[in-house]
């Protein structure tokens, strides 16, 4: 009784169950009416100005150059065959994104990581360098330096009077060496899968054997067998495949100038865009990433270093297994924002003449509805840096410091 | 915990633009019926609330912007771009400063070409001042949303008249300058014709017909050709200059302004292949027909004025008795100035501030400029004084001043 009475001397306004919930509903209401509101201007100055938007176009055929591409692409409409659509073709334009993101982010993580640690280094050399890499990098403008890289490139010999050093062919407009090119689908692709398990079967070689090692505290070697049973199995499959199906699965194809203007065919070939790219965006990115890892090292007391190394273990080691782990935890989050930064700023792969996702679609508005393409290309981009999210979150939660 | 969050927040995104998409695909659709379903206030209902809002907008237009999209339209339709234009006091125009000929700056600073001098035109005849422009120096990537946003009052950029872009752009004025895509090449490749490209590399700028229509031209000729892709004119010269690439293409005009500005124009040539055609000429924004009339106007007047012989240095003060040319010059009859709400003698001050079409011409493309032959070529005059009827060649031809 006396507590009902309680309960409702307390006015509404007062009550913060209530307050609570107003404040939410007031908040949701309030974006709820912006967004409304900002979408309704926009559809009436859609209509206004007649722009035209929607999807149908995506699946006419587009028939624009893709300068280079990593997946097939077919821009040229024949009696035989008709150009790839919109749709494919923007996917071939974001698996040239992706590639160069997942390569860019490959590598600068590496240099960022030695400069990180180069940073703290007791050699004055080593430290001041990687301190004026650091600096130099991150304070000057990313376009600037791609720039700067498009013109180093530039001032190599053009591919007539390139240099060839063996089957190695560096000039302006790339850089050409042997490669493996797949025969045919048959042995290719059984190989391919025979190899993917191979894979998987050493990986569990190497997963008992440092099991082994950890409960015996007897030396198993588990890279070194893992990776031999990968090249004894692999090896294997690929003498069974070149057996059964009369062809290896893959055969090395050298680089050969090439019809009157010399240009390189055969083997593989980086072209000078993608290295200014890529070089521009992993010496950036790897300036933050430094940083990062500056920090991430820092961050782990002093005593755990000390600690291991009165335990013996040496300077690698005690980096390795000791602070490495530990550090990770301050490293993995921000370093993930670094990943997307990457991806974001390979959009700037028009300014030097790379075909990334950004620049075919500026071209595709040219025949098709700009404003459904930007919105497409928003929602690559999107697709893109949640994968990395995701992959990030769920790694981090493997280094994140397990609840208690 | 973090996947949870991660969930919730690839939810909120997905929806976010599930939303942006569901409204975008409504309004492409039938917009009067759909359209109306978003709209808060639906058109049929409220025609008479919305005209009665109308003439609220009139005399108090900051009111009126508040009762919604239509009102918000109607406001803005009430005011004529030509209104807008004098109220600002100077004409916004969208072109480009990298490409000599058409759109540069000289060694003095001083914005040249025969894009700008058409803008100062327009804005000689709307504003009396050539010098009242304000230019906006874009890509040719933005130039469509440039010109469908509205907010510049003319794009003169090298844009292609093509259909498409008339119906999705703005529309398309007058054409001023008939171009084509070429290719340069370097005089020591000894090649004589695009054909001969099989196997080359060649740049392109990216955002511009140009792009397209060489893909057009590497299919039909079943050539095999690398296309490298610019966003700037520089950088794909750059490239071309050291020998990235094999040849650059773009329109004939721009071609020859990039052999121009090289360090020994003789090294290199153009070949003689053109393979696209590329009307140029100013575009004005979709939904004013006056203002649309204006330019159009502007453009006839350069080009009858070098077809009666009228230059900058000889513009009659008073009645000639040539009753075409006094018609034009404004003092007798009149071609429709008043209509347009331009001055009786719009086509005198145009003429003395920056000459007739010929004039322009040579200043810029011909012999004074970038060093584009204009007698015998495309861009010659139909008619020329005093005999208008023998016909010179050319194709420049406008709407008849009357």
């Known amino acids: 009784m006396a507590f009902e009475e309680q309960a409702q001397a307390i006015p509404f306004w007062r009550n913060t169950q209530v307050l609570r919930w107003t404040a939410q509903i007031v908040s949701g209401l309030a974006a709820v009416g912006l967004v409304t509101w900002l979408a309704i201007r926009m559809i009436n100055a859609i209509q206004d100005r007649n722009v035209p938007v929607g999807f149908g176009f995506l699946s006419r055929s587009y028939g624009g150059p893709i300068g280079h591409h990593f997946l097939p692409y077919n821009p040229s409409t024949t009696a035989a065959d008709t150009a790839d659509s919109f749709l494919y073709s923007l996917l071939v334009a974001a698996g040239n994104t992706v590639v160069v993101s997942v390569i860019g982010v490959v590598l600068a993580t590496i240099l960022g990581t030695l400069i990180g640690v180069g940073r703290l280094s007791g050699n004055w050399l080593v430290s001041k360098l990687s301190l004026s890499y650091v600096e130099f990098f991150r304070n000057v403008p990313l376009l600037i330096q791609l720039f700067f890289w498009l013109t180093v490139i530039l001032a190599l010999p053009p591919v007539r009077s390139g240099i060839q050093i063996g089957d190695l062919f560096i000039n302006n407009a790339g850089i050409s060496f042997p490669w493996p090119s797949p025969t045919g689908v048959a042995p290719t692709v059984s190989w391919l899968v025979l190899a993917f398990l191979s894979l998987v079967a050493a990986y569990f070689v190497y997963r008992r054997r440092s099991r082994l090692e950890i409960r015996t505290g007897q030396p198993f070697y588990p ?182 | 915990m973090l996947s949870k969050l991660f969930r919730k927040k690839i939810v909120l995104a997905s929806l976010a633009f599930a939303l942006l998409a569901g409204l975008l695909a409504s309004c492409s659709g039938d917009d009067a019926t759909t359209g109306g379903a978003e709209t808060p206030e639906p058109g049929p209902t409220t025609t008479a609330e919305s005209a009665s809002a109308t003439t609220e907008a009139v005399t108090e237009g900051t009111e009126a912007v508040t009762e919604g999209g239509e009102a918000v339209e109607l406001t803005q339709s009430a005011e004529s771009r030509l209104q807008r234009v004098r109220e600002r006091g100077n004409l916004i125009c969208a072109g480009r400063n990298d490409v000599p000929g058409f759109g540069f700056q000289n060694d003095e600073g001083r914005l040249v070409g025969f894009d700008v001098d058409l803008c100062r035109a327009i804005a000689t005849a709307v504003l009396g001042d050539p010098n009242a422009i304000e230019p906006r120096f874009i890509t040719a990537a933005e130039r469509g949303p440039t010109i469908q946003s509205g907010d510049v009052d003319a794009l003169i950029r090298t844009v292609t008249w093509t259909t498409s872009r008339d119906a999705q752009w703005g529309n398309f004025a007058q054409t001023m300058f008939y171009d084509g895509q070429g290719f340069l090449v370097s005089n020591d490749l000894g090649i004589s014709s695009a054909l001969e490209l099989e196997g080359a590399s060649v740049c392109v700028t990216q955002g511009t017909t140009t792009e397209l229509n060489l893909q057009d031209f590497i299919s039909q000729n079943n050539l095999d050709i690398q296309v490298v892709t610019f966003e700037e004119t520089d950088a794909a010269k750059a490239s071309y200059e050291a020998g990235q690439c094999d040849s650059y293409t773009s329109d004939r005009s721009n071609v020859a302004a990039i052999r121009f500005s090289t360090d020994n124009p003789e090294d290199h040539v153009i070949l003689p292949e053109t393979i696209s055609e590329e009307p140029l000429g100013p575009v004005v924004p979709h939904g004013d027909e006056q203002w649309f009339d204006i330019v159009k106007t502007v453009m006839s007047i350069l080009i009858y004025a070098e077809a009666y012989g009228i230059e900058s240095g000889n513009v009659p003060t008073e009645a000639t008795g040539d009753p075409k040319v006094d018609r034009l010059l404004g003092f007798d009859s009149s071609f429709g100035q008043s209509d347009l709400g331009l001055e009786q003698t719009v086509a005198q001050d145009i003429i003395r501030e920056l000459g007739n079409y010929g004039e322009i011409y040579k200043r810029n493309l011909g012999s004074d400029g970038i060093g584009l032959t204009r007698e015998g070529s495309r861009n010659a005059l139909w008619a020329n004084a005093p005999c208008l009827d023998c016909p010179r060649g050319g194709q420049i031809y406008a709407a008849p001043l009357r």
């Open chain 1, 223 to 404: 890279i070194v067998s893992g990776c031999i049973a990968a090249l004894i199995l692999g090896a294997t499959a690929w003498i069974l495949v070149t057996a059964i199906t009369n062809s290896v699965p893959f055969d090395i194809t050298y680089p050969a100038p090439e019809g009157r203007f010399g240009r390189i065919s055969g083997g593989a070939t980086v072209p000078a865009a993608l290295i200014v790219l890529l070089i521009g965006l992993v010496m950036y990115t790897a300036a933050f990433i430094a940083e990062i890892v500056r920090a991430g090292i820092q961050s782990v007391r002093k005593g755990q270093r000390e600690a291991a190394r009165s335990l013996g273990l040496n300077q690698f080691r005690s980096l390795r297994y000791v602070v490495f782990p530990q550090a990770l935890r301050v490293i993995v989050p921000p370093l993930i924002s670094q990943f997307l930064n990457l991806t974001k700023n390979s959009s700037l792969a028009v300014a030097i003449g790379y075909s990334d996702l950004l620049s075919v679609a500026k071209t595709m508005t040219q025949i098709g509805p700009a404003l459904s393409i930007f919105i497409l290309v928003m929602l690559i981009y999107l697709v893109i840096s949640l994968a990395y999210s995701l992959i990030g979150n769920l790694y981090n939660r493997t280094t994140a410091i397990k609840g208690r």
